[in-house]
């Protein structure tokens, strides 16, 4: 299998580098025969932005060859070969001008002795944790590993990871500048290293504060007590909220000059960006002068063709009083529920806001793509993981990311995700590698996925996959299409039981299990067979859970005490093999992701009850009807 894979992976060379002519100086030989030839250097002065990449790159070189390069800084003056990591004493002698890089842009130079392999680095704070700093030089770390070396993350853990073996390790001629296409992801997959080696991160400093700023900007707590009248009007009362949730009134100007001032101190400490969004749960204040701003009459919910204009009006203030103040950073404003359509009230958005699209449909798209020209993402696809447990289409994520990409979205805030790797792991993977570059072919990814996870296995898990995913493709279908004047929910529309009957007919079931034995009889060795494992109990768990709806579907028709007992088999099959999961996947920590990272209690019932009938709660049969008299 890594045989196979390592070919796999000089195919990918040939794509990545250009031929030097002839005249070119030669590479640099890092190692020979499972012997070191090379030093690893870094500067004197590096952070851990710099030393934890080059211990990465020691560790990952020492897994591939066998050999151990030491690791110097630049003021020992190490001679012979040099990888140098990030930058140094040694690369401005070289002549390169990494202060001109950007963002988590990197470089990737190999030739006459020399590999450089350095990046922007950059942290706000000192505290900042690394996930919240610029990271050019993990980046070029990540990159040659995975570009030159073959090296892949496709899961967390150990076994996750695949690792070819090359004795001998020569870098031919190699000159490379990337910035990753994603301007900035954050969200769920934002903690973890196996999304930082894949690519998510950040090119901006973005205020860590969150996005329902309206408790931050005018906090109850501080202002209600003297300013009731900032505050929104509901019932006839001033309502102050509570220490999550601000709701204002965004007619009254003096309000406007209170926040204006303690946003701008949000971004005194240096942050980019700040996100801006009203408070979730959003009720509209009912005073005379909100109410004459707009036609938004529902309580939070995105109303196509309708915007909050009261809101829009407000923001704009905030984003005009921002850019005098500092005119080279951005305001984030989310299109969310109320302020999800375009303002009526409002010619034009100012230079400094990035609008973040929260209810993308094609109508809306349309819409904003022809009143601004600046756009990020808050990504909803896998907000159902905790809902209900149905996969997302691989192909499905694709299209949506290229879709959003095509419209100018460079940003993404994951609402979701890494908690399902059982479920999503081919996707998960896929979106790394599309926020490094968008135009990667889904089915290639899935390609590389099996060959590299499966070896022997490789097609019959990919003939899985595509069984596996083959219905769920319909959610998208299924995800509500616009109404203009219609409250609009593409999530809270699905119903568990149809949903499941839909991806996951018999057929399909049985297409699945013949593709997963065929799999573990193709397995030559434990690491596969515990890899098609953990895609098994993904599955099984929504093979039982589909056939603990079908079985509620023929009781529904049937209200007898035997179909009632046929159900309650089925519901106590499908909960014992939950709970016996939870059990195993203890063992497995730092082999591989669970399958599911949520608790015993939401993967069994979801997280408000979703699944609760039956798997909770069983209905009831049908009382025998006594005879007339």
């Not at 000089?10 to 890092?30: E, I, K, R």
């Not at 704009?316 to 005098?324: H, M, N, T, V, W």
């Not at 593409?490 to 593709?515: D, I, M, N, W």
Request: include cysteine; charge should be neutral; hydrophobic fraction near 40%.
């Amino acid at each position: 299998m890594q045989r196979r894979f390592a070919v796999f992976c000089l195919s990918l060379l040939s794509a990545v580098w250009t031929p030097a002519p002839a005249a070119d100086p030669p590479g640099v030989c890092l190692t020979d025969g499972g012997q070191p030839r090379a030093t690893i250097v870094v500067a004197s002065t590096a952070t851990d932005l710099q030393r934890q990449p080059a211990q990465e790159l020691q560790d990952y070189l020492l897994k591939i060859t066998g050999a151990k390069l030491p690791i110097a800084d630049d003021s020992q003056r190490p001679t012979g070969n040099l990888v140098l990591v990030g930058e140094s004493r040694l690369t401005r002698e070289l002549g390169l001008d990494l202060a001109a890089l950007t963002g988590d842009s990197f470089v990737m130079k190999a030739g006459a002795g020399r590999l450089v392999l350095a990046g922007h680095d950059a942290r706000l704070l000192p505290d900042d944790p690394p996930r919240r700093a610029k990271r050019g030089t993990a980046n070029a770390v990540s990159a040659f590993l995975q570009d030159v070396c073959g090296v892949r993350w496709f899961l967390p853990g150990r076994l996750g990871e695949v690792v070819p073996q090359r004795p001998t390790l020569t870098v031919p001629p190699l000159d490379k500048q990337e910035t990753p296409y994603r301007m900035s992801s954050d969200g769920s997959f934002s903690r973890s290293p196996w999304a930082a080696r894949n690519f998510f991160g950040n090119q901006v400093f973005i205020s860590p504060v969150g996005c329902h700023l309206w408790r931050v900007l005018i906090p109850a707590d501080k202002y209600f007590a003297a300013h009731p009248e900032w505050f929104a009007l509901i019932d006839g009362k001033r309502v102050e909220g509570d220490r999550h949730h601000s709701l204002l009134c965004t007619s009254n100007r003096q309000m406007w000059d209170e926040a204006l001032r303690n946003l701008k101190q949000l971004y005194a400490p240096g942050y980019e960006r700040v996100v801006l969004c009203q408070a979730d749960g959003y009720r509209r204040c009912e005073c005379e002068a909100c109410e004459a701003l707009d036609d938004y009459r529902i309580t939070g919910w995105y109303l196509p063709g309708v915007p909050a204009d009261r809101v829009w009006v407000f923001h704009d203030f905030l984003a005009r009083g921002l850019k005098a103040a500092y005119p080279d950073r951005k305001l984030v404003i989310l299109a969310y529920g109320p302020t999800g359509e375009v303002p009526h009230r409002l010619r034009s958005l100012p230079d400094n806001v990035i609008v973040e699209w929260c209810h993308p449909t094609r109508g809306a798209v349309s819409r904003w793509t022809q009143f601004h020209n600046q756009f990020s993402a808050f990504v909803y696809w896998y907000v159902s993981e905790s809902r209900n447990y149905v996969p997302m289409p691989l192909e499905g994520v694709s299209a949506e990311f290229k879709r959003l990409a095509a419209a100018g979205v460079r940003s993404f805030y994951f609402c979701g995700g890494d908690r399902c790797w059982g479920l999503h792991a081919p996707s998960y993977y896929l979106i790394g590698q599309l926020l490094r570059d968008p135009h990667r072919d889904a089915d290639a990814v899935l390609d590389e996925f099996c060959q590299g996870l499966f070896g022997p296995s490789a097609g019959a898990m990919k003939r899985f996959f595509a069984a596996y995913y083959e219905k769920t493709g319909q959610r998208w279908e299924l995800m509500l299409p616009e109404t203009l004047g219609k409250p609009y929910d593409y999530v809270a529309h699905e119903k568990p039981q149809e949903l499941y009957l839909t991806s996951f007919p018999t057929e399909v079931l049985q297409r699945c299990e013949g593709h997963l034995a065929d799999a573990e009889t193709a397995a030559p060795n434990e690491v596969i067979r515990k890899r098609i494992r953990l895609f098994r109990d993904g599955f099984e768990y929504s093979k039982f859970t589909a056939e603990g709806f079908a079985q509620l579907k023929q009781f529904q028709a049937d209200r007898s005490a035997d179909k009632l007992a046929v159900l309650a088999q089925a519901v106590e099959r499908r909960n014992r093999f939950v709970e016996d999961l939870f059990q195993r996947q203890k063992n497995n920590r730092d082999d591989l992701p669970p399958v599911f990272s949520d608790s015993l209690e939401h993967v069994l019932y979801g997280t408000h009850d979703h699944l609760a009938i039956p798997f909770r709660t069983l209905p009831q049969a049908a009382k025998p009807r006594k005879d007339a008299r």
